[in-house]
């Protein structure tokens, strides 16, 4: 069935290091691919996201590309900072619009 | 746009009473919302799908006796709790999408969450 998976967490960086969060999928055709963002006692967030092959998703300094070839869509970032430090969830959607979220990845940013 | 709101935030009860959580969206019209719970540090379980009118579809072990959920108008679903229990203490999310008349569903916006705690 149509799966999502992440790295695993957490992910402990320094202040302007480079971040990337592995995200791979399983699916049925070629579904949105989205990464979301929690942070502490709070809902998700869109960051980003991609609806087709080679697509960028792009916003607040963080990445993805949609690599059909490698059933990939990493999360990158140049320069992490404090405020960078949640939970990170990626996803795909289904016909319906239902969403297959991947376990979280979550991203501690030290100063 | 695409705000999603969640009440109440916070809500403590005692073992046995029902809780009814609201989920709007407060600028858009919301043909599908979506029940999730969340248990620390874990991803999001989908619960239910619910469509304005129309009765509220349940994933795969999810009691539906247990976990009502009303979808009475575009704007508005609830999820009523019933006889809750401490196992049932989580963190429940909604949120909404519209569905266009092609039957596309676009995004989920979500709302912030409603943190239930069952003594």
């Known amino acids: 069935g149509d799966s999502v998976t992440q790295m695993e967490g957490p992910v402990t960086l320094s202040e302007e290091a480079f971040l990337t969060i592995n995200c791979t999928y399983t699916?049925?055709?070629?579904?949105?691919l989205f990464w979301y963002v929690q942070y502490p006692g709070e809902g998700l967030q869109l960051l980003l996201k991609a609806t087709k092959a080679d697509d960028k998703g792009s916003n607040k300094g963080f990445e993805a590309t949609y690599r059909k070839e490698t059933t990939s869509f990493h999360l990158e970032k140049g320069s992490v900072q404090v405020s960078d430090s949640a939970v990170y969830f990626c996803?795909?959607?289904?016909?319906?619009?239902?969403?297959?979220f991947g376990q979280g990845t979550e991203l501690s940013v030290k100063p | 746009g695409a705000v999603v709101s969640q009440h109440p935030s916070r809500v403590i009860c005692k073992s046995g009473t029902s809780v009814k959580i609201e989920c709007r969206s407060l600028d858009f019209q919301a043909t599908t919302m979506f029940w999730y719970r969340q248990f620390p540090k874990q991803s999001l379980m989908l619960m239910a799908t619910s469509n304005e009118g129309s009765k509220a579809t349940y994933e795969q072990g999810v009691e539906k006796d247990k976990f009502l959920i009303n979808h009475a108008s575009l704007t508005l679903s609830t999820l009523t709790v019933t006889s809750a229990h401490p196992e049932d203490s989580s963190f429940y999310i909604c949120?909404?999408?519209?569905?266009?008349?092609?039957?596309?569903?676009?995004?989920?916006?979500f709302g912030p969450g409603t943190r239930l705690t069952v003594t």
């Open positions: 699916a049925t055709g070629y579904p949105s």
């Open positions: 949120s909404a999408s519209r569905t266009a008349t092609t039957g596309r569903v676009y995004e989920q916006y």
């Open positions: 996803a795909l959607i289904l016909q319906g619009g239902k969403l297959i």
